[in-house]
């Protein structure tokens, strides 16, 4: 099993990125990826939740309407689009997968089950 995330460098405030997480090994259309992302000293943060199986995502609130996660399905990859970036950005970001029990389940806790499969991580950083 394999997560590689791309697309990571430095941008300024106000840019945009589009973060890219390329998995093998697994049944993608059977799992839901998530993008976390973590600053230092800080927690871990889930930011943004995509179920391959139905489309349904989901989007922490501090970057709702910034941010939009998409799936290409033939390539097994997800995308993370981020617009309008601040410093408060800055950090590496990480795609994980989960296998969801259904649409409700991964709806009421996508931030914080434990996730199977996780890449290694692509750097972030917004400058004011």
């Known amino acids: 099993v394999r997560l590689v995330e791309s697309g990571g460098g430095s941008v300024q405030a106000g840019g945009s990125l589009r973060l890219s997480c390329a998995t093998s090994g697994f049944t993608f259309d059977h799992y839901a990826i998530t993008w976390f992302r973590q600053a230092p000293g800080k927690d871990r943060e889930a930011v943004s939740c995509?179920?391959?199986?139905?489309?349904?995502?989901h989007y922490s609130d501090s970057v709702k309407g910034r941010f939009t996660i998409s799936s290409d399905n033939a390539k097994n990859t997800v995308y993370l689009q981020m617009n309008s970036l601040k410093p408060e950005d800055t950090a590496v970001y990480y795609c994980a997968a989960l296998y969801p029990y259904g649409i409700s389940w991964l709806a009421a806790g996508w931030t914080k089950y434990e996730y199977d499969y996780w890449g290694q991580g692509t750097q972030v950083t917004v400058s004011s």
């Open positions: 995509i179920s391959i199986h139905d489309g349904s995502t």
